[in-house]
């Protein structure tokens, strides 16, 4: 179950006030007590997240978020953590009480805006003496279905699963989709430097090299330095190369006039994100000057290594072809600022650490403020002065 990335599963967030059971139906779906359950108000301080196997549904992420109605000391903050979640949710799953729905229905119509898939419940149905009065008025409130569940004593979880593999998208979406096909051979160029940890690969590779294992390609994996020599080893050129970005330039320089050339970054930007933007905010390069200002995101939260790509390489990329004063933010995980207007230009990561739904989410955030975002690989492909020459669309 463990060896599904948490970036590859369906992310389940439960959304209600104190005491409302959430941390309870956490545990119910989990099969364990992960979640702290107490009666006291403000036991959940920040989101908990745990991988899962639901029947049905698959692989997925339940998170148990502190009580929408939190007025402890830390409340605010604790709220600013939960409207994060909604960044990374596929399916939301809103639990009423009979103490009102004010907060709920905030959340509903958060939901509504963002387009997230949400399941209403009335939660603790064991201690409401007439729960189906409830039940109804609190449908007839919010002009929808809402299902009856106990936690305690499991009532109405079936039916709760059941409608949360309904939801579950249907859409099987590729890294590699229209870059190759069975019987193709993929040469994958992989840095090995401080970056890749020892002993293991880093994310984007290891999903790479088992979709293209599962879809009947042939891969065929080298460092830049040995290009040349799997090239030499191979009777005709391969049909797709996928390079990590930051090797662009020296791959390209060996590239076979007959074989398609990608990076890690740009699979991962078309797969996790909206290419054709990442494409059409690359082009404000043209009017980058040294007095700009720069944010580049990162998924990962990992400890900065000498020669980091997004912290030490790009910057200093970006600084010799448009000055040193260029002004340049970095920011990692779930740091990412709701105001980007005071930047000229977003890049991001390929984001082998969100679900699809979290980059999105910032996209659209960059779209709605006018501000333009491309990505690592998009970026670096047009500063080396050959992103016309590889594939990413």
Sequence with gaps: MQSTPSSERIHIAIFGRTNAGKSTLTNRLIGQDVA???????????????????????????????????NTTLGKERMERTAKVLDRTDIAIVLFTDEGIDSELRILEECRIREISTIAALAQIDRIADYKAVQKRI??????????????????????????????PTEERLITEGFCKAGDRVLLVMPQDKSAPKGRLIQ?????IRELLDRGCIPI??????MAEALASLQTP????????????????????ASTLTSFSILFARYK???ALFLEGVKVLERITPTSRILIAEACTHTPQSEDIGRVKLPRILRKRFGEQLQIDIVGG???????????????CGACMFNRKHVLSRVERARKQGVAITNYGVILAALTGILSRVKSE
Excluded at 37 to 62: C, F, R
Excluded at 238 to 255: G, H, M, N, R
């Design 36 to 70: 702290i359950v107490s009666p006291h108000a403000g036991t959940t301080t920040d989101p908990v997240q745990k991988p899962i196997e639901i029947n049905g549904l698959g692989a997925a992420v339940v998170i148990d978020t502190p009580g929408l109605d939190d």
């Design 238 to 257: 391969p049909e797709l190369i996928i390079t990590d970005s930051q090797a662009f330039e020296e791959v390209y320089k060996l590239k076979p006039e």
């Design 139 to 168: 449908g007839d409130s919010i002009k929808g279905d809402v299902i009856a569940i106990s936690s305690t004593t499991g009532e109405g979880i079936d039916e709760l699963i059941t409608r949360l593999a309904k939801i579950r």
């Design 334 to 348: 779930a740091d990412y600022p709701e105001d980007l207007t005071p930047y000229d230009l977003v890049i991001h």
């Design 204 to 208: 984007p590779q290891v999903q790479t």
């Design 221 to 226: 994996c080298c460092t830049p330095e040995r």
């Design 273 to 275: 994100g909206d290419i």
